[in-house]
Nanobody, 121 residues
Framework: QVQLVESGGGLVQAGGSLRLSCAAS????????MGWYRQAPGKQRELVAS???????NYADSAKGRFTISRDNAKKTVSLQMNSLKPEDTAVYYC???????????????WGQGTQVTVSS
């Protein structure tokens, strides 16, 4: 069994910062890409940022210059530092990871439970 547990969401004023963290646990052989997605009310879930096992990063245009994704492969964690937050960043943020488990072929796609980020104007 694999779990992704997020932490760090909350309420912040516009212009403020938050740091989200996600830790993977369970029977894990290796982790490929890790990332953060978000879903605002009435909208589809969208990619915010992703990072490969080698450290290559990818950002949504809305996140470029404000958000920074990082990971610690040894600790099986991924973080998202969010600066200069805007009200339109308000959403539930989900951690995502491609994980290879024992006795399972290929990488499975796993999600955290989500953490609420609310940015007030």
């Amino acid at each position: 069994q694999v779990q992704l547990v997020e932490s760090g969401g909350g309420l912040v004023q516009a212009g403020g910062s938050l740091r989200l963290s996600c830790a993977a646990s369970g029977s894990i052989i290796s982790i490929n890409d890790m990332g953060w997605y978000r879903q605002a009310p009435g909208k589809q879930r969208e990619l915010v940022a992703s990072i490969s096992s080698g450290g290559s990063t990818n950002y949504a245009d809305s996140a470029k210059g404000r958000f920074t994704i990082s990971r610690d492969n040894a600790k099986k964690t991924v973080s998202l530092q969010m600066n200069s937050l805007k009200p339109e960043d308000t959403a539930v943020y989900y951690c995502n990871a491609a994980i290879r488990r024992p006795l399972v072929v290929g990488f499975g796609n796993y999600w955290g439970q989500g953490t609420q980020v609310t940015v007030s104007s």
